[in-house]
Structures are given as C-alpha cells and as structure tokens.
C-alpha cells in the first residue's frame, strides 16, 4: 500500500483542515472526534505518515513509539479515564473497517 497524502488526517497534519487539538507532544496528536461515539472521544494520531498500527510498530524510532502512548496515557490519566474504563480503538485494513489510511486510535470514555 501507498500512504495517501490526501487523507483528513494528513490534511489536519499539515493545518489544511482544523482540528479541536486537546493534546500534543513531538511525536503525536490527539484532538476531538467530530461525530463522538462516546461522552469524550478522542482521536490519537501519529505525525508520520503511517498507514496502520503494523507499519507503525514495524518502522517508527523508538520514540516516536513511546511519545504516541505516552500521549495517549496522559489522555487517560487527565480525563480520569482509568477510574470508570475507557476503549482504545484501532481499526486496520479493509477487513479491519480502516475509513482513513492514517493509523489512528479512538480513546472512548
């Protein structure tokens, strides 16, 4: 597969579409899901063009690895997520449900 520079993700990446941005570090990128399937649902993406969480794991630096979940848990931990539960969602792929070609989790709480 070829990473698709047109994707939404890509686009707010490069502040061609906004974002309601919630959380940022070096790495990675959360804001508001537009149309939320939960009371807080969050989007966490990476900055690099990854296609999927295989790409992701199989070709990021160490770093950018950890940045992604250490944004993510801060998510988690300033939301008081932890306390009632929370989903961590990542679809891959066709058979996977996957709309955009961007890796992507959803954090539902």
């Not at 160490?62 to 931990?77: K, T, V, Y």
Request: glycine residues 4%; hydrophobic residues 40%; aromatic residues 8%.
């Amino acid at each position: 597969m070829t990473y698709d520079e047109s994707n939404i993700f890509a686009k707010i990446l490069r502040k061609e579409i906004p974002c309601n941005v919630i959380a940022e570090n070096l790495n990675a990128l959360a804001f508001n899901d537009i149309a939320p399937a939960a009371p807080m649902h969050f989007l966490i993406i990476p900055k690099k063009s990854y296609q999927n969480y295989h790409d992701f794991i199989s070709t990021a630096s160490r770093q950018e690895i950890i940045d992604l979940n250490d944004l993510m848990n801060s998510l988690i931990s300033k939301h008081n997520l932890h306390e009632n539960g929370y989903r961590i969602i990542t679809n891959t792929g066709n058979d996977g449900n996957q709309e955009v070609k961007h890796l992507h989790f959803h954090l539902l709480g």
